[in-house]
């Protein structure tokens, strides 16, 4: 690491304050988890914060999700501002989605819904956590293309069109290596290999319990 806090790889320049912190979503998500049943909605944002870094070091390898996944977080910080001391609408997952349903809003027109913008994160999050998960199991001079694939299939490509997919699956064809894609968006690789498991814990908790809050309150099919 040189002195000006910048990490050169391959030819790739990683900034320190720009890169991909496995550990920083890792805390995040993990502070996000309240109770036995319920997520925070800052904390959860910002570790999506993180997540974008990730889509954007990758270019327009992942345009398929990134522009999505940014105009989505924007409307959660939208609803998130509109709380006030007294009334905390949108601090918690589940307060959240008690709230747009008992007050009828997630079919009022003209209204845009914080429960239906979150299952589009809460999907995302599913193909994120696939692919980070799945290249593990790879070497780092595998290509992970086929990985990638395999993580959108089971997961976003579910909810996509067809040109989505189709577009989606072309961009996956420049996906480097494992090694090559770490050094594109981490700036300390092996600190980032030792975090992966927890962060991926940690998502995969969050993404549980919203799950089951969704369950629960019967909006998984929310158009």
């Known amino acids: 690491m040189s002195e000006t806090g910048l990490a050169t790889q391959n030819n790739v320049t990683v900034e320190n304050g720009n890169c991909f912190d496995i550990l920083k979503v890792s805390n995040l998500f993990e502070s996000s988890l309240l109770d036995e049943n319920d997520v925070q909605m800052d904390a959860y944002l910002a570790a999506y914060e993180e997540i974008m870094k990730f889509f954007q070091?990758?270019?327009?390898?992942?345009?398929?999700?990134?522009?999505?996944?940014?105009?989505?977080?924007?409307?959660?910080?939208?609803l998130r501002a509109k709380d006030t001391e007294e009334l905390e609408h949108f601090s918690t997952f589940r307060t959240m989605l008690e709230y747009e349903k008992e007050a009828q809003l997630l079919n009022q027109k003209g209204y845009v819904s914080g429960s239906r913008t979150l299952l589009r994160l809460h999907r995302g999050l599913d193909f994120v956590y696939e692919f980070l998960n799945r290249i593990q199991a790879i070497a780092d001079d595998q290509k992970?293309?086929?990985?990638?694939?395999?993580?959108?299939?089971?997961?976003l490509g579910k909810y996509h069109s067809f040109l989505i997919r189709k577009g989606a699956r072309l961009a996956m064809y420049a996906m480097p290596t494992r090694g090559d894609l770490l050094k594109r968006v981490c700036f300390?690789?092996?600190?980032?290999?030792?975090?992966?498991?927890?962060?991926?814990?940690?998502?995969?908790t969050n993404y549980d319990r919203?799950?089951?809050?969704?369950?629960?309150?019967?909006?998984?099919s929310l158009p």
């Open 144 to 155: 992970t293309v086929d990985v990638c694939k395999a993580a959108y299939d089971d997961t």
């Open 57 to 78: 070091l990758m270019g327009s390898v992942f345009s398929f999700v990134s522009s999505d996944v940014r105009s989505k977080i924007d409307i959660l910080y939208a």
């Open 210 to 220: 919203t799950e089951q809050l969704y369950t629960l309150h019967d909006l998984h």
């Open 188 to 204: 300390d690789i092996q600190l980032a290999k030792e975090h992966l498991p927890t962060m991926l814990e940690h998502m995969r």
